[in-house]
């Protein structure tokens, strides 16, 4: 199924997961905490939406400490999980850096079956001591990356529509735990996500937030470096899309600049043509380490 060139990718909480102005808004319709635009894939599908509502409740209970709930998945919500996996496999083969496919295979996940949560965190703990908990969806960009300077990621627990499975409009359990889960279970890129909560918590203009959220997005989210001759991802946003991971093959690559990186606009709703590139690993984590913490 060819979703690329009909609909926009897979977007991303800093800039795309809807914020509420008022934090008692997000909860003040338990029945209805999931509202989606008539456009989206599940709008029209009764009990896809109880669902998401239903697993919304649960992060909406949840509390810091608690065990985390089980989200009940369907056998057609597992098989989308089967088919995201069956277009990953091969993109990551080609597409991934080393340091990811290395945490890959640490959390050796079923290609049968959408992890918990839970099951999840168990291992990315021991590794980094990050821990991934539940929201509902509506989460402020400040309250999200500032929860990251105390090891906390905070994660969407539903699934995509059915009917589309390599097309998201927000992002997903896949991208969460695909994405944000494996890289935190690399020592040194839950270390770099750290320092970005640790920065966020040291600024107080808006402007200075909105670049430091754009250097988020262009490494954590978005980055690539060189690995030998190739071009591979380290950014979150690739790696939990095979759709994007092919894309990047024809993105502009920059070399990596942050300052360049923190003006650079960009549309999250559309694969990205613009994309910074690291000498290497190395270079990468070494530059992103050194500006966070001078931020
Ligand atoms: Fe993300």
Known sequence: MDVKTKQPL???HVDMRPVAVDADEAISDRNAIVQLDPDH???RDREYRKRR?????????????????????????HQVWRTIWAALEPAHEQHACAEYLASLRRLSFDPDRIPQLREVNKKVQAISGFRL??????VQPRVF????????????QYIRHHSTPLYTPEPDVVHEIVGHGVTLASERLAELNR???EAVKRTTAQDALDRLSRVYWFTI????????ESVK???TGLLSSAGEMEEMRGAELRPLDLEAASRQQYDPTHFQPVLFCAESFDGMYNKLREYLISW
């Open 10 to 12: 897979l977007s991303d």
């Open 41 to 43: 894939p599940g709008f």
């Open 53 to 77: 509502n239903q697993i919304a409740q649960l992060a909406v209970n949840f509390q810091p400490g608690d065990q985390i709930p089980e989200a009940p998945y369907t056998a057609e919500e």
């Open 133 to 138: 908990e539940p929201v509902a969806g509506l």
């Open 145 to 156: 990356l500032e929860n990251l300077a105390n090891g906390v990621f905070l994660c969407t």
């Open 195 to 197: 320092l970005f909560g």
């Open 221 to 228: 989210e978005f980055g690539a470096l060189g690995e030998g």
């Open 233 to 235: 991802a380290y950014g």
